[in-house]
């Protein structure tokens, strides 16, 4: 049976059931101070006032309003407030208990939302109202931007975990987590994984899905981290929950690496099986296809003085699935034609193996305490599969982004990318843009 988290259907209940829990959490923090647990709630609130120079226009329901990255025929530009320049907004409460004998429990309930509209994000209504009725066998004309991702409406759909920690034997995170390789994005991004201004950050298809933007949050998941000296460990299991399969919907990520005297070295490996990469099925509906995916990273950063090097690679293979099951007119107990709240037609990946590269580099330099500039050179480059399905192209992407603190909690930015799309996958004959770039001012704060 394939389960969601708790979704709030109408905008009045999403208000009740987030007051409801600030208060709740507002309430507990001090009394529970005294018995050695603490509760936290915190936020990021960024938004950015920017011009995206092909683009379908401001989507509301996702987590980013525009899709700065990703080709597309648009024959104008949208010009607004977009949502997390650097970080997606969001909210959440986070809280610690001493448990004695140096273990200590925690847990993290995180809710996502676009700040220039207060909506919850989610990526499933912004694809699922992308396009009307679409003619037999083509894909629904897009009305706004919108992609899949992996925070789709759920009311802590960005994280939701609780767990045990062991300063020696480290900690164990049983929920909603990070996949790995979204961790060593985060840190080894040269334009801080800034959601607006690099591939990387914004897709997280490519920036910790593996291939599979949804799988960038693995539900059902224990994940095992750990230091030892300057070495730390990841280990990450994700249990499907599928009558029928013991694989479907499951899957593993390990990781390790090294920090210490300014050098940082990451590692991550992640698999997944039978996941469903969402589309839009025009009609208020979705479809879906199913995959197998696996990807590596592989990252490095050195500091010295005020400057930061960073560099990566990543492969990515998305394959057919284990199960092919998924189908909605299979009639079998995995059939799926309901997700996150939307009817989904869904199919199976059939074609042979398509493998995506993406290498990086970048660095930034503190020229105050205060002012921090960033830089980045991205190439995704899409190999050609044995059967062509997967044509060879690439996506040549430079970003800059400028950042001034006021304080820890509060700053001002401008950023810049610039994407240029070639070779055969993106030839004048699709239609595609040839190139495509977003640029504008932002703020951030945080609580």
């Known amino acids: 049976m394939y389960r969601n988290l708790l979704k709030i259907e109408s905008a009045n209940k999403k208000i009740i059931g987030m007051s409801i829990a600030v208060l709740f959490a507002a309430n507990n923090a001090a009394a529970q101070s005294s018995n050695g647990a603490s509760v936290e709630i915190y936020g990021v609130l960024d938004t950015v006032f920017g011009t995206q120079t092909h683009s379908f226009g401001g989507n509301s329901n996702f987590p980013a309003t525009v899709n700065p990255w990703s080709p597309n025929n648009a024959p104008n530009s949208t010009t607004g407030l977009f949502n997390g320049g650097i970080q997606a907004s969001r909210w959440g409460f986070r809280g610690t208990e001493d448990l004695g004998g140096g273990i200590q429990a925690f847990f993290t309930m995180e809710s996502g939302f676009n700040l220039p ?56 995170a049983a929920g909603l987590n990070y996949s790995p390789i979204f961790d060593v994005v985060v840190a080894y991004d040269p334009v801080q994984a800034a959601q607006l201004f690099s591939p990387i950050g914004f897709s997280s298809t490519l920036g910790g899905g593996g291939g599979i933007a949804e799988d960038t949050r693995l539900a059902n998941s224990v994940k095992y981290t750990n230091k030892i000296g300057d070495f730390n460990i990841v280990g990450l299991v994700k249990i499907g929950e599928i009558a029928g399969s013991k694989k479907a919907q499951s899957g593993y990520a390990l990781g390790a690496g090294y920090q210490a005297n300014g050098l940082g070295v990451q590692f991550a490996y992640q698999a997944q099986y039978d996941g469903i990469k969402e589309g839009s099925g025009g009609s208020t509906q979705l479809s879906g296809q199913v995959a197998n995916t696996s990807a590596y990273m ?102 800059t982004l400028a950042d001034y603190h006021f304080t820890k909690r509060t700053d001002v930015y401008a950023g810049l990318m610039l994407s240029k799309y070639k070779g055969d996958k993106f030839a004048p004959s699709t239609g595609i843009n040839s190139s495509n770039a977003i640029y504008g001012i932002g703020m951030r704060t945080k609580f």
Do not use: H
Not at 307 to 330: H, L, R, V, W
Not at 352 to 367: E, H, I, P, R, S
């Open 117 to 172: 509209s207060g909506t919850v994000a989610n990526c499933s209504a912004a694809l699922a109202n992308n396009g009307g009725p679409t003619a037999s066998g083509k894909a629904p004309a897009p009305t706004s931007d919108s992609a899949n991702c992996s925070t789709n409406g759920n009311l802590f759909g960005r994280q939701a975990f609780v767990g045990l920690r062991d300063a020696q034997w480290g900690s164990v």
């Open 298 to 399: 592989l990252a490095a950063k050195y500091a010295f003085d005020e400057a930061t090097i960073k560099a990566g690679y990543e492969s990515i293979t998305y394959k057919q699935p284990t199960d092919t099951m998924f189908a909605s007119n299979s009639g079998s107990p995995m059939a799926i034609t309901n997700l996150n709240g939307y009817s989904i037609t869904v199919t199976n990946f059939s074609k042979a193996d398509q493998v995506t590269d993406v290498l990086w580099f970048g660095g930034d330099y503190n020229f105050t305490p205060k002012f921090n500039l960033s830089a980045g050179i991205y190439d995704v480059k899409y190999k050609a599969s044995s059967d062509n399905a997967q044509l060879a192209g690439d996506i040549y992407s430079y970003s």
